[in-house]
């Protein structure tokens, strides 16, 4: 089983270049979600979707956007990069029944120079 | 909103010490919660989860127990090995919830030989 699969891994970007983190499930999960990691914060969620055309901010929405045409696909898109969002982007999905566990991808380190 | 408070790091200890990892959460509710396991360079995966009052998980020898009345989830491990080296994330979903998961800030443990 693939699961949930990022790319890039490794990216790095010059201020205010634009560019889309891919991220696709195979388990027909409804639920999907873009979380950032920065040392010694913990992870903080930037867009969630509950299905298919349905995509809503999270904590941390400014400087990206999200879109969902499809159950599987989920991109994380930043339109002017900016240095503050050098991190690490993580892409995670859930079942949404009952209390199961959500699924994470391995993670795009992202540098913003 | 809710919240996740988890010890400070990095925790360094010896190999087969007792390892002990605090996490208390604020919450409506009953949240269900969740221990992740963040090894270097790769993304969170389940290590273990509660859904109720009085629930133990447990894994890989790891325990923890759902307390509702002190409102933590401290993960212990009796004897720790070196490769259980990792970044430790205790988080909880509300129930019903559907903008994933609250993460504490984790807890870097360093097991030494």
């Known amino acids: 089983n693939a699961g949930v699969t990022q790319t890039p891994k490794f990216r790095i970007l010059k201020i205010g270049q634009s560019m889309t983190l891919q991220c696709t499930q195979d388990?027909?999960?409804?639920?999907m979600y873009w979380y950032r990691q920065d040392p010694g914060m913990g992870l903080k969620l930037i867009y969630y979707?509950?299905?298919?055309?349905?995509?809503d901010k999270g904590e941390v929405p400014n400087g990206y956007n999200v879109s969902r045409s499809t159950t599987e696909d989920f991109p994380l898109r930043l339109e002017l990069a900016a240095p503050s969002q050098t991190s690490v982007y993580f892409c995670?999905?859930?079942?949404?029944?009952?209390?199961?566990?959500?699924?994470f991808g391995e993670g795009s380190r992202l540098t913003v120079l | 909103g809710d919240s996740v408070t988890q010890m400070e790091g990095p925790v360094t200890l010896s190999e087969e010490a007792f390892l002990t990892i605090n996490c208390t959460y604020t919450?409506?509710?009953?949240?269900?919660l969740f221990w992740y396991v963040q090894y270097p360079g790769e993304g969170l995966q389940l290590l273990l989860k509660?859904?109720?009052?009085?629930d133990k998980g447990s894994n890989k020898g790891f325990e923890a127990t759902y307390r509702k009345e002190t409102t933590s989830f401290h993960l212990e491990k009796g004897s720790v090995q070196v490769s259980d080296s990792a970044v430790y994330f205790c988080?909880?979903?509300?129930?019903?919830?559907?903008?994933?998961?609250?993460f504490g800030k984790g807890t870097h443990l360093i097991i030494q030989p």
């Open positions: 509660a859904t109720k009052a009085d």
């Open positions: 388990m027909n999960h409804n639920y």
């Open positions: 979707s509950v299905g298919a055309g349905i995509t």
């Open positions: 919450a409506t509710g009953y949240p269900s």
């Open positions: 988080a909880l979903i509300p129930r019903g919830g559907a903008d994933g998961l609250t």
């Open positions: 995670a999905s859930w079942r949404g029944l009952g209390t199961g566990e959500l699924f």
